[in-house]
Protein backbone atom coordinates (compact mmCIF):
# COMPACT_ATOMS: atom_id res chain seq x y z
CA UNK A 1 0.00 0.00 0.00
CA UNK A 2 0.98 3.35 -1.20
CA UNK A 3 1.90 5.83 2.11
CA UNK A 4 -1.65 8.17 2.55
CA UNK A 5 -1.14 12.10 2.28
CA UNK A 6 -1.72 13.64 5.26
CA UNK A 7 -4.68 15.97 4.39
CA UNK A 8 -6.12 18.23 6.86
CA UNK A 9 -10.17 17.72 7.99
CA UNK A 10 -12.47 19.71 5.90
CA UNK A 11 -13.46 21.50 9.18
CA UNK A 12 -15.22 24.81 8.96
CA UNK A 13 -16.80 26.67 6.04
CA UNK A 14 -15.68 26.69 2.58
CA UNK A 15 -16.68 29.45 0.66
CA UNK A 16 -16.97 29.66 -3.15
CA UNK A 17 -16.11 32.88 -4.99
CA UNK A 18 -17.35 33.01 -8.70
CA UNK A 19 -16.53 36.00 -10.48
CA UNK A 20 -19.25 36.04 -12.80
CA UNK A 21 -22.76 35.14 -11.52
CA UNK A 22 -24.33 34.35 -14.11
CA UNK A 23 -26.24 31.60 -15.97
CA UNK A 24 -23.52 28.44 -15.04
CA UNK A 25 -22.67 30.21 -11.17
CA UNK A 26 -26.68 30.78 -10.48
CA UNK A 27 -27.34 27.53 -11.72
CA UNK A 28 -24.53 25.69 -10.11
CA UNK A 29 -25.36 27.52 -6.08
CA UNK A 30 -29.23 26.73 -6.90
CA UNK A 31 -28.38 22.92 -7.38
CA UNK A 32 -26.55 22.81 -4.24
CA UNK A 33 -29.05 24.93 -1.58
CA UNK A 34 -31.62 22.11 -3.22
CA UNK A 35 -29.66 19.04 -3.11
CA UNK A 36 -29.18 20.57 0.78
CA UNK A 37 -32.68 20.92 1.10
CA UNK A 38 -33.48 17.15 -0.34
CA UNK A 39 -35.61 18.60 -3.15
CA UNK A 40 -32.81 17.95 -6.05
CA UNK A 41 -29.86 15.33 -6.72
CA UNK A 42 -26.92 15.90 -7.75
CA UNK A 43 -26.82 14.41 -11.02
CA UNK A 44 -23.41 15.22 -13.19
CA UNK A 45 -21.42 15.48 -9.80
CA UNK A 46 -18.75 13.00 -9.43
CA UNK A 47 -17.88 14.22 -5.66
CA UNK A 48 -21.44 13.61 -4.69
CA UNK A 49 -22.39 10.64 -6.93
CA UNK A 50 -19.58 8.31 -7.89
CA UNK A 51 -18.41 5.60 -6.56
CA UNK A 52 -14.57 4.01 -6.60
CA UNK A 53 -13.22 0.90 -6.80
CA UNK A 54 -10.71 0.00 -3.77
CA UNK A 55 -8.15 -2.51 -4.09
CA UNK A 56 -8.62 -5.85 -6.01
CA UNK A 57 -12.25 -6.84 -7.80
CA UNK A 58 -12.92 -9.65 -5.54
CA UNK A 59 -12.71 -7.36 -2.31
CA UNK A 60 -15.35 -6.07 -3.52
CA UNK A 61 -15.28 -2.61 -2.31
CA UNK A 62 -16.51 0.04 -4.23
CA UNK A 63 -17.57 2.86 -2.02
CA UNK A 64 -18.64 6.83 -2.46
CA UNK A 65 -15.89 8.58 -3.60
CA UNK A 66 -16.73 11.21 -0.84
CA UNK A 67 -17.33 8.40 2.01
CA UNK A 68 -13.27 7.84 1.41
CA UNK A 69 -12.06 11.03 0.45
CA UNK A 70 -12.31 14.07 3.07
CA UNK A 71 -14.10 16.41 0.94
CA UNK A 72 -16.00 19.50 2.58
CA UNK A 73 -19.62 18.48 2.85
CA UNK A 74 -22.17 20.72 1.16
CA UNK A 75 -24.21 21.85 4.16
CA UNK A 76 -20.61 23.67 4.45
CA UNK A 77 -20.70 25.64 0.95
CA UNK A 78 -21.14 29.51 1.30
CA UNK A 79 -21.30 31.25 -1.99
CA UNK A 80 -20.35 34.61 -3.39
CA UNK A 81 -19.16 36.10 -6.47
CA UNK A 82 -18.90 39.47 -8.63
CA UNK A 83 -20.67 40.51 -11.61
CA UNK A 84 -20.50 43.51 -13.57
CA UNK A 85 -24.28 43.32 -14.52
CA UNK A 86 -26.65 40.60 -12.22
CA UNK A 87 -26.95 42.34 -8.69
CA UNK A 88 -28.11 38.72 -6.98
CA UNK A 89 -28.12 35.17 -8.01
CA UNK A 90 -31.74 35.25 -7.99
CA UNK A 91 -31.93 38.31 -10.71
CA UNK A 92 -28.95 35.91 -12.40
CA UNK A 93 -30.97 32.75 -12.59
CA UNK A 94 -34.13 34.30 -13.54
CA UNK A 95 -32.24 36.46 -16.22
CA UNK A 96 -30.35 32.72 -17.74
CA UNK A 97 -33.92 31.11 -17.60
CA UNK A 98 -32.28 27.81 -17.07
CA UNK A 99 -34.67 26.69 -13.63
CA UNK A 100 -38.36 27.15 -13.91
CA UNK A 101 -40.00 29.76 -11.20
CA UNK A 102 -41.14 26.58 -9.45
CA UNK A 103 -38.10 25.03 -8.99
CA UNK A 104 -36.56 28.95 -7.68
CA UNK A 105 -39.36 29.48 -5.73
CA UNK A 106 -38.47 27.51 -2.91
CA UNK A 107 -34.62 28.88 -3.36
CA UNK A 108 -35.35 32.70 -3.73
CA UNK A 109 -34.36 33.64 -0.68
CA UNK A 110 -31.36 31.91 -0.05
CA UNK A 111 -30.41 32.90 -3.84
CA UNK A 112 -31.15 36.52 -3.21
CA UNK A 113 -28.93 36.75 -0.38
CA UNK A 114 -25.90 36.23 -2.50
CA UNK A 115 -25.09 39.54 -3.85
CA UNK A 116 -22.60 40.12 -6.36
CA UNK A 117 -20.13 42.10 -5.65
CA UNK A 118 -19.11 45.07 -7.81
CA UNK A 119 -16.85 43.58 -10.80
CA UNK A 120 -13.49 44.75 -12.26
CA UNK A 121 -14.79 45.05 -15.52
CA UNK A 122 -13.13 46.44 -18.98
CA UNK A 123 -16.02 46.69 -22.06
CA UNK A 124 -12.83 46.23 -24.46
CA UNK A 125 -12.84 42.48 -23.54
CA UNK A 126 -15.92 41.70 -23.53
CA UNK A 127 -17.42 44.23 -26.38
CA UNK A 128 -21.34 42.83 -26.34
CA UNK A 129 -21.72 43.59 -22.21
CA UNK A 130 -22.72 47.02 -20.45
CA UNK A 131 -21.49 46.89 -17.38
CA UNK A 132 -23.08 48.85 -14.71
CA UNK A 133 -21.78 47.68 -11.43
CA UNK A 134 -18.15 48.29 -12.00
CA UNK A 135 -15.08 49.13 -9.68
CA UNK A 136 -13.32 52.06 -10.61
CA UNK A 137 -9.17 52.36 -9.42
CA UNK A 138 -6.67 54.47 -9.76
CA UNK A 139 -4.78 51.68 -11.78
CA UNK A 140 -5.19 48.01 -12.28
CA UNK A 141 -2.63 47.20 -9.31
CA UNK A 142 -5.36 49.58 -7.12
CA UNK A 143 -7.95 46.89 -8.88
CA UNK A 144 -6.40 44.31 -7.67
CA UNK A 145 -5.85 45.02 -4.14
CA UNK A 146 -9.72 45.95 -4.49
CA UNK A 147 -10.74 42.16 -5.10
CA UNK A 148 -7.94 40.98 -2.42
CA UNK A 149 -10.19 43.35 0.24
CA UNK A 150 -13.21 41.75 -0.98
CA UNK A 151 -11.95 38.11 -0.71
CA UNK A 152 -10.64 38.77 2.49
CA UNK A 153 -14.23 40.75 3.78
CA UNK A 154 -16.03 37.47 2.73
CA UNK A 155 -13.44 35.38 4.57
CA UNK A 156 -14.16 37.26 7.78
CA UNK A 157 -18.07 38.43 7.56
CA UNK A 158 -18.74 34.56 6.24
CA UNK A 159 -17.01 33.07 8.87
CA UNK A 160 -14.87 31.02 5.91
CA UNK A 161 -12.18 28.75 6.99
CA UNK A 162 -10.64 28.03 3.31
CA UNK A 163 -11.89 29.67 0.12
CA UNK A 164 -11.52 28.51 -3.78
CA UNK A 165 -12.45 30.79 -6.72
CA UNK A 166 -14.14 29.30 -9.60
CA UNK A 167 -14.14 31.74 -12.71
CA UNK A 168 -17.44 32.06 -14.56
CA UNK A 169 -17.42 34.86 -15.92
CA UNK A 170 -17.91 35.39 -19.72
CA UNK A 171 -14.83 34.72 -22.20
CA UNK A 172 -12.54 37.41 -22.74
CA UNK A 173 -11.44 38.82 -26.20
CA UNK A 174 -8.84 36.69 -27.47
CA UNK A 175 -5.62 37.06 -26.38
CA UNK A 176 -1.51 35.90 -26.75
CA UNK A 177 0.22 35.71 -23.73
CA UNK A 178 2.96 38.51 -23.80
CA UNK A 179 5.60 39.78 -21.84
CA UNK A 180 3.84 41.35 -18.95
CA UNK A 181 2.97 38.05 -18.07
CA UNK A 182 6.46 36.59 -18.04
CA UNK A 183 6.62 36.90 -14.11
CA UNK A 184 5.24 37.66 -11.16
CA UNK A 185 7.58 40.63 -11.01
CA UNK A 186 6.61 41.69 -14.75
CA UNK A 187 2.86 41.15 -14.09
CA UNK A 188 3.06 43.52 -10.67
CA UNK A 189 4.68 45.95 -12.96
CA UNK A 190 1.97 45.41 -15.07
CA UNK A 191 -1.06 46.52 -12.75
CA UNK A 192 1.07 49.60 -11.55
CA UNK A 193 1.66 50.58 -15.08
CA UNK A 194 -2.10 49.81 -15.96
CA UNK A 195 -0.51 47.72 -19.01
CA UNK A 196 -3.18 47.05 -21.38
CA UNK A 197 -2.42 43.50 -22.05
CA UNK A 198 -3.69 42.58 -18.89
CA UNK A 199 -7.12 41.54 -18.83
CA UNK A 200 -10.24 41.57 -15.55
CA UNK A 201 -9.71 37.71 -15.43
CA UNK A 202 -5.91 38.32 -15.15
CA UNK A 203 -6.32 40.51 -12.00
CA UNK A 204 -9.04 38.39 -10.42
CA UNK A 205 -6.75 34.63 -10.74
CA UNK A 206 -3.65 37.12 -9.08
CA UNK A 207 -5.90 38.31 -6.38
CA UNK A 208 -6.35 34.83 -5.61
CA UNK A 209 -3.07 33.10 -5.64
CA UNK A 210 -1.91 36.17 -3.61
CA UNK A 211 -4.96 35.57 -0.75
CA UNK A 212 -4.02 31.64 -0.99
CA UNK A 213 -6.95 31.09 -3.13
CA UNK A 214 -6.96 28.05 -5.16
CA UNK A 215 -7.99 28.76 -8.92
CA UNK A 216 -9.61 27.17 -12.18
CA UNK A 217 -10.50 29.00 -14.72
CA UNK A 218 -14.16 27.89 -16.55
CA UNK A 219 -13.76 30.13 -19.88
CA UNK A 220 -11.46 29.72 -22.47
CA UNK A 221 -9.68 33.07 -22.21
CA UNK A 222 -6.24 33.29 -20.78
CA UNK A 223 -5.86 33.51 -16.80
CA UNK A 224 -3.72 31.07 -14.79
CA UNK A 225 -2.31 29.97 -18.19
CA UNK A 226 0.63 31.72 -17.81
CA UNK A 227 3.88 31.62 -16.03
CA UNK A 228 3.76 34.63 -14.20
CA UNK A 229 0.38 32.60 -12.87
CA UNK A 230 2.39 29.48 -12.62
CA UNK A 231 5.24 31.11 -10.66
CA UNK A 232 2.94 32.81 -7.97
CA UNK A 233 1.13 29.77 -7.49
CA UNK A 234 4.26 27.90 -6.68
CA UNK A 235 5.57 30.46 -4.58
CA UNK A 236 2.38 30.62 -2.47
CA UNK A 237 1.93 27.09 -2.74
CA UNK A 238 -1.61 26.92 -4.07
CA UNK A 239 -3.31 24.66 -6.18
CA UNK A 240 -4.44 26.20 -9.91
CA UNK A 241 -6.76 24.41 -12.77
CA UNK A 242 -8.13 24.98 -16.37
CA UNK A 243 -9.09 25.59 -18.56
CA UNK A 244 -13.02 25.78 -20.59
CA UNK A 245 -15.48 24.19 -18.54
CA UNK A 246 -16.41 20.74 -20.79
CA UNK A 247 -19.72 20.51 -21.11
CA UNK A 248 -21.89 20.11 -24.09
CA UNK A 249 -20.32 19.13 -27.89
CA UNK A 250 -16.35 18.81 -26.53
CA UNK A 251 -17.66 16.46 -23.94
CA UNK A 252 -19.47 14.58 -26.43
CA UNK A 253 -16.29 14.49 -28.70
CA UNK A 254 -14.40 13.24 -25.78
CA UNK A 255 -16.42 10.39 -25.46
CA UNK A 256 -17.14 9.58 -28.87
CA UNK A 257 -13.16 9.69 -30.43
CA UNK A 258 -11.46 7.56 -27.88
CA UNK A 259 -13.82 5.05 -28.94
CA UNK A 260 -13.26 5.59 -33.18
CA UNK A 261 -9.70 5.44 -31.92
CA UNK A 262 -10.02 2.24 -30.27
CA UNK A 263 -11.58 0.65 -32.97
CA UNK A 264 -9.14 1.64 -35.39
CA UNK A 265 -11.81 3.52 -37.79
CA UNK A 266 -10.42 6.22 -39.73
CA UNK A 267 -11.70 9.83 -39.65
CA UNK A 268 -12.11 12.25 -42.52
CA UNK A 269 -13.95 15.57 -40.96
CA UNK A 270 -15.95 16.43 -38.11
CA UNK A 271 -18.14 19.37 -38.50
CA UNK A 272 -19.72 21.05 -35.21
CA UNK A 273 -22.22 23.75 -35.28
CA UNK A 274 -24.11 24.93 -32.24
CA UNK A 275 -27.12 27.41 -32.10
CA UNK A 276 -27.79 28.60 -28.16
CA UNK A 277 -29.60 32.24 -27.26
CA UNK A 278 -27.72 32.52 -23.49
CA UNK A 279 -25.88 35.78 -22.94
CA UNK A 280 -22.88 33.37 -23.42
CA UNK A 281 -23.84 32.74 -27.00
CA UNK A 282 -24.80 37.01 -27.37
CA UNK A 283 -21.26 37.43 -25.97
CA UNK A 284 -19.24 34.56 -28.51
CA UNK A 285 -21.33 36.03 -31.51
CA UNK A 286 -18.00 38.78 -31.51
CA UNK A 287 -15.89 37.09 -33.39
CA UNK A 288 -12.79 38.20 -30.79
CA UNK A 289 -14.53 36.53 -28.25
CA UNK A 290 -15.59 33.53 -30.46
CA UNK A 291 -11.74 32.97 -31.45
CA UNK A 292 -11.19 32.42 -27.91
CA UNK A 293 -13.62 29.62 -27.69
CA UNK A 294 -13.11 28.10 -31.33
CA UNK A 295 -9.24 27.31 -30.13
CA UNK A 296 -10.26 25.73 -27.09
CA UNK A 297 -12.91 23.81 -29.18
CA UNK A 298 -10.11 22.70 -32.07
CA UNK A 299 -7.62 21.38 -29.94
CA UNK A 300 -9.29 18.30 -28.61
CA UNK A 301 -9.53 15.91 -31.50
CA UNK A 302 -5.65 15.74 -32.62
CA UNK A 303 -4.49 15.13 -29.43
CA UNK A 304 -7.21 12.15 -28.97
CA UNK A 305 -6.36 10.82 -32.44
CA UNK A 306 -2.44 11.34 -32.75
CA UNK A 307 -2.49 12.20 -36.28
CA UNK A 308 1.17 12.11 -36.09
CA UNK A 309 1.09 8.11 -35.09
CA UNK A 310 -1.85 7.42 -37.44
CA UNK A 311 -1.33 9.68 -40.71
CA UNK A 312 -3.19 7.30 -42.44
CA UNK A 313 -6.48 7.04 -40.31
CA UNK A 314 -6.25 10.76 -39.16
CA UNK A 315 -3.82 12.50 -41.08
CA UNK A 316 -6.67 15.26 -42.97
CA UNK A 317 -9.36 15.73 -40.77
CA UNK A 318 -11.71 18.84 -41.69
CA UNK A 319 -12.23 19.90 -38.10
CA UNK A 320 -14.75 22.83 -38.42
CA UNK A 321 -16.52 24.19 -35.13
CA UNK A 322 -19.46 27.34 -35.49
CA UNK A 323 -20.98 29.10 -32.85
CA UNK A 324 -24.31 31.00 -34.05
CA UNK A 325 -26.09 33.25 -31.37
CA UNK A 326 -29.89 32.18 -32.13
CA UNK A 327 -32.03 33.90 -29.23
CA UNK A 328 -35.18 31.83 -29.06
CA UNK A 329 -33.31 28.63 -27.58
CA UNK A 330 -31.72 30.86 -24.34
CA UNK A 331 -30.16 28.31 -22.28
CA UNK A 332 -31.19 24.72 -24.51
CA UNK A 333 -28.49 24.89 -26.76
CA UNK A 334 -28.58 22.61 -30.02
CA UNK A 335 -25.31 20.86 -30.82
CA UNK A 336 -25.14 18.91 -34.89
CA UNK A 337 -22.07 17.21 -35.54
CA UNK A 338 -21.42 15.60 -38.55
CA UNK A 339 -18.66 12.79 -38.49
CA UNK A 340 -17.35 11.59 -42.01
CA UNK A 341 -15.57 8.34 -40.91
CA UNK A 342 -14.39 5.32 -43.21
CA UNK A 343 -13.86 1.77 -42.25
CA UNK A 344 -12.41 -1.16 -43.84
CA UNK A 345 -10.64 -0.63 -47.17
CA UNK A 346 -11.38 2.94 -46.87
CA UNK A 347 -15.52 2.46 -47.63
CA UNK A 348 -17.03 5.86 -46.24
CA UNK A 349 -19.41 6.67 -43.07
CA UNK A 350 -21.40 9.07 -41.31
CA UNK A 351 -22.25 9.56 -37.89
CA UNK A 352 -25.06 12.45 -36.88
CA UNK A 353 -25.29 13.68 -33.15
CA UNK A 354 -28.08 15.98 -32.36
CA UNK A 355 -27.19 17.32 -28.79
CA UNK A 356 -30.33 19.06 -27.40
CA UNK A 357 -28.45 19.70 -24.51
CA UNK A 358 -28.61 22.19 -21.92
CA UNK A 359 -25.46 24.15 -21.23
CA UNK A 360 -25.59 25.16 -17.53
CA UNK A 361 -27.27 21.89 -16.25
CA UNK A 362 -24.02 20.69 -17.54
CA UNK A 363 -21.71 23.05 -16.23
CA UNK A 364 -23.19 23.62 -12.65
CA UNK A 365 -21.94 20.24 -11.46
CA UNK A 366 -18.43 20.68 -12.39
CA UNK A 367 -18.20 23.90 -10.82
CA UNK A 368 -19.14 22.06 -7.47
CA UNK A 369 -16.55 19.23 -7.70
CA UNK A 370 -13.83 21.64 -8.98
CA UNK A 371 -14.36 23.64 -5.68
CA UNK A 372 -14.69 20.51 -3.35
CA UNK A 373 -11.22 18.55 -5.21
CA UNK A 374 -9.37 22.05 -5.38
CA UNK A 375 -10.13 22.40 -1.45
CA UNK A 376 -9.29 18.95 -1.14
CA UNK A 377 -5.66 19.71 -3.18
CA UNK A 378 -5.01 22.15 -0.53
CA UNK A 379 -5.42 20.47 2.55
CA UNK A 380 -3.35 17.62 1.15
CA UNK A 381 -0.57 20.38 0.53
CA UNK A 382 -0.81 20.37 -3.08
CA UNK A 383 0.44 23.43 -4.97
CA UNK A 384 0.35 24.60 -9.26
CA UNK A 385 -1.33 22.46 -11.68
CA UNK A 386 -3.67 20.33 -10.67
CA UNK A 387 -3.48 17.77 -14.02
CA UNK A 388 -5.63 14.90 -12.20
CA UNK A 389 -8.71 17.76 -12.88
CA UNK A 390 -8.13 17.53 -16.98
CA UNK A 391 -11.18 15.42 -16.83
CA UNK A 392 -13.22 18.59 -16.40
CA UNK A 393 -11.57 20.55 -19.06
CA UNK A 394 -12.02 21.22 -22.84
CA UNK A 395 -8.17 22.76 -22.90
CA UNK A 396 -6.63 20.88 -20.03
CA UNK A 397 -3.58 22.65 -18.57
CA UNK A 398 -0.69 20.09 -18.51
CA UNK A 399 2.32 20.20 -15.84
CA UNK A 400 5.06 20.86 -17.18
CA UNK A 401 6.28 20.60 -20.85
CA UNK A 402 3.97 17.44 -21.73
CA UNK A 403 0.82 17.10 -23.91
CA UNK A 404 -2.53 17.66 -22.84
CA UNK A 405 -4.59 14.61 -22.11
CA UNK A 406 -7.92 14.77 -23.77
CA UNK A 407 -9.44 11.20 -23.61
CA UNK A 408 -12.18 11.17 -21.04
CA UNK A 409 -11.60 7.83 -19.99
CA UNK A 410 -7.94 8.27 -19.59
CA UNK A 411 -8.71 11.77 -17.93
CA UNK A 412 -11.44 9.66 -15.63
CA UNK A 413 -8.72 6.77 -14.46
CA UNK A 414 -6.09 9.52 -13.91
CA UNK A 415 -8.49 11.49 -11.57
CA UNK A 416 -9.55 8.20 -9.84
CA UNK A 417 -6.09 6.65 -9.44
CA UNK A 418 -4.94 10.43 -7.87
CA UNK A 419 -8.02 9.98 -5.33
CA UNK A 420 -7.01 6.82 -4.60
CA UNK A 421 -3.21 7.35 -4.17
CA UNK A 422 -3.64 10.46 -1.44
CA UNK A 423 -5.87 8.21 0.71
CA UNK A 424 -3.04 5.26 0.61
CA UNK A 425 -4.59 2.88 -1.65
CA UNK A 426 -3.05 1.00 -4.81
CA UNK A 427 -3.73 2.39 -8.01
CA UNK A 428 -6.59 0.52 -10.31
CA UNK A 429 -4.43 -0.62 -13.65
CA UNK A 430 -6.93 -3.91 -14.51
CA UNK A 431 -3.55 -5.32 -15.06
CA UNK A 432 -4.64 -8.24 -12.06
CA UNK A 433 -5.39 -11.74 -13.09
N1 LIG B 1 -22.33 26.67 -19.80
C1 LIG B 1 -21.41 25.92 -20.32
O1 LIG B 1 -21.64 24.80 -20.70
C2 LIG B 1 -20.02 26.43 -20.44
C3 LIG B 1 -19.05 25.56 -20.92
C4 LIG B 1 -17.73 26.01 -21.02
C5 LIG B 1 -17.42 27.29 -20.64
N2 LIG B 1 -18.40 28.12 -20.23
C6 LIG B 1 -18.00 29.47 -19.90
O2 LIG B 1 -18.44 29.79 -18.61
C7 LIG B 1 -18.64 31.18 -18.55
C8 LIG B 1 -20.00 31.45 -17.92
O3 LIG B 1 -21.01 30.97 -18.77
P1 LIG B 1 -22.53 31.42 -18.52
O4 LIG B 1 -23.37 30.60 -19.41
O5 LIG B 1 -22.80 31.47 -17.06
O6 LIG B 1 -22.49 32.90 -19.09
P2 LIG B 1 -23.36 34.16 -18.58
O7 LIG B 1 -23.20 35.17 -19.64
O8 LIG B 1 -24.72 33.76 -18.16
O9 LIG B 1 -22.59 34.59 -17.26
C9 LIG B 1 -21.34 35.21 -17.30
C10 LIG B 1 -21.41 36.35 -16.32
O10 LIG B 1 -20.11 36.92 -16.23
C11 LIG B 1 -20.28 38.30 -16.03
N3 LIG B 1 -19.02 38.96 -16.31
C12 LIG B 1 -18.50 39.38 -17.49
N4 LIG B 1 -17.30 39.95 -17.30
C13 LIG B 1 -17.04 39.87 -15.97
C14 LIG B 1 -15.98 40.30 -15.14
N5 LIG B 1 -14.91 40.91 -15.67
N6 LIG B 1 -16.04 40.07 -13.81
C15 LIG B 1 -17.10 39.44 -13.27
N7 LIG B 1 -18.17 39.02 -14.00
C16 LIG B 1 -18.12 39.22 -15.33
C17 LIG B 1 -21.44 38.67 -16.95
O11 LIG B 1 -22.06 39.89 -16.55
C18 LIG B 1 -22.36 37.47 -16.77
O12 LIG B 1 -23.34 37.69 -15.77
C19 LIG B 1 -18.50 31.71 -19.98
O13 LIG B 1 -17.21 32.22 -20.16
C20 LIG B 1 -18.67 30.48 -20.79
O14 LIG B 1 -18.02 30.54 -22.05
C21 LIG B 1 -19.69 27.72 -20.10
Redesign the pocket.
Known sequence: MPDALEIAPATGKLGILT???????STAYAGVIATRRGLAAPVGSLTQMAHMRLGRREEGRNPLIREVVPLAGLDDLVFGG?????PNALE?ART?GVLTSEDLAPLSSELEGIVAMP???DQRW?KK?DGVRVKTGTDKWDLAQQVIADIERFRVEEGCDRLVMVW????EAYQEPSEVHATVESFEAGLRADDENIA??QI?AYAALVSGVPFAN???NLSIDLPCMQELAARNGVPITGK??K??QTLMKTILAPGFKARMLGMRGWYSTNILG???GE??DDPENFKT?EVSKLGVLDTILQPEVYPELYGHIDHVVRINYYPPRG?NKEGWDNIDIFGWMGYPMQIKVDFLCR??I??APIVLDLALFLDLAQRAGQSGVQEWLSFYW?SPQPAGGVPPEHDIFIQQTKLKNTLRAWIGEEPVTHAED
Not at 168 to 171: I, L, P, V
Open positions: PGVGAVAWDPISAAAVFVLCGSTPSYGAPDFTGNRDVLKDDSLAK
